[in-house]
């Protein structure tokens, strides 16, 4: 039963472009851009989980790595007219690289003291965005990158210029990410993880390197981060500084955190839930902050834990009758 709802949870996923076509014709184009923004930023958010959920490291950098990234590949392809794939795994090495260079030093800080490093970092990376005006062009802003175009040098080629085309193109990414996600936080590495997420000392006196395994996740998951920016230039074909700024870092948390920290479930569904939500909520921008925010009282009050806990639940008195 549970697979056949899945498989049919999947096929109405991949299916929604149509879907949407069918259902509201006239606003097909506006529904499409928001779904792909959810998907952009579920896969940003689950990032984010590596990070967070499954380490315990509170980082704040995201915006920096997401911004690191898209600005390679948003350079790489409108002045050095590098191909999509290559821009793409520019951004994603770019990101890494300042990730691995940055996260050495920061975690032998404190909890508390690497927090306040990473917004540091991410406030840094905002202020050279917008005035190292020669590369990133600043607040004038990178514009004209291309759509992106699939295939290898000498072989067909696939150009996504189509909203359904990009729709499922970032479906496609999201699914690797979850795909990465789940290997990286299952088996033998995700228990390294876990260990030292809940006891540090003790994964220390096991043979666990704290630091080995904190470094690695935080720089997996600014590579994942960066090619999500990268993504994410090539759809809107603009980036600007103010794509990188601190509000993505509280926009991540409240999807992880209300969503379900550490679990992919929580935050897929946060992900979909307060992304597409204040989109669906410009039907009424009177109550639209009211709402929202009610919203999410309500889910802190009913559920610290994140909607996990209430999704949890609900299985646990389905399965009980």
């Known amino acids: 039963m549970r697979r056949a709802s899945a498989l049919a949870f999947i096929v109405m996923v991949v299916a929604a472009p149509w879907l949407v076509?069918?259902?509201?014709?006239r606003q097909q184009r506006y529904?499409?851009?928001v779904l792909i923004f959810t998907v952009l930023f579920a896969a940003l958010a689950l990032s984010y989980d590596l990070v967070v959920g499954h380490v315990g490291s509170l980082s704040?950098?995201?915006?920096?790595?997401?911004?690191?990234?898209?600005?390679a590949a948003a350079i790489l392809a409108t002045r050095a007219r590098w191909p999509f794939l290559a821009d793409l795994l520019a951004a994603v090495l770019?990101?890494?690289?300042?990730?691995?260079?940055?996260?050495?030093?920061?975690?032998?800080?404190?909890?508390?003291?690497?927090?306040?490093?990473?917004?540091g970092l991410a406030l840094v990376a905002s202020i050279v965005a917008n005035n190292w005006v020669e590369v990133t062009r600043g607040p004038l802003c990178i514009t004209?990158?291309?759509?992106?175009?699939?295939?290898?040098?000498?072989?067909?080629?696939l150009a996504v210029t189509t909203l359904p085309g990009y729709y499922w193109l970032a479906l496609a990414a999201l699914a690797a990410v979850v795909l990465l996600y789940r290997r990286l936080t299952t088996f033998r590495l995700g228990r390294a993880f876990h260990a030292v997420r809940d006891n540090e000392p003790l994964a220390g006196a096991a043979g666990i390197d704290p630091l080995k395994y904190r470094l690695l996740a935080f720089t997996i998951g600014a590579a994942l981060a960066g090619g999500v920016?990268?993504?994410?230039?090539?759809?809107?074909?603009?980036?600007?500084?103010?794509e990188m700024t601190v509000a993505l870092t509280v926009n991540l948390l409240v999807i992880v955190f209300l969503g379900g920290v550490g679990s992919l479930r929580?935050?897929?569904?946060?992900?979909?839930l307060f992304t597409a939500l204040p989109e669906v909520l410009r039907l009424a921008p009177t109550w639209r902050l009211v709402i929202y925010g009610g919203l999410l009282l309500l889910v802190v009050v009913?559920?610290?834990?994140?909607?996990?806990?209430?999704?949890?639940r609900a299985s646990g008195a389905r399965a009980g009758r």
């Open 21 to 25: 076509a069918a259902a509201v014709p």
């Open 31 to 33: 529904v499409l851009h």
């Open 60 to 71: 704040l950098a995201h915006p920096a790595f997401f911004g690191v990234g898209a600005y």
């Open 94 to 119: 770019a990101a890494a690289v300042v990730a691995a260079l940055v996260g050495v030093p920061l975690f032998r800080l404190t909890e508390h003291a690497f927090a306040v490093g990473t917004l």
């Open 144 to 157: 004209g990158i291309p759509k992106p175009v699939l295939g290898l040098p000498g072989g067909p080629t």
């Open 229 to 242: 920016g990268a993504l994410y230039v090539h759809y809107l074909s603009v980036m600007c500084p103010e």
């Open 266 to 272: 929580g935050v897929l569904v946060g992900a979909v």
């Open 302 to 312: 009913r559920s610290p834990e994140g909607i996990e806990s209430l999704l949890r």
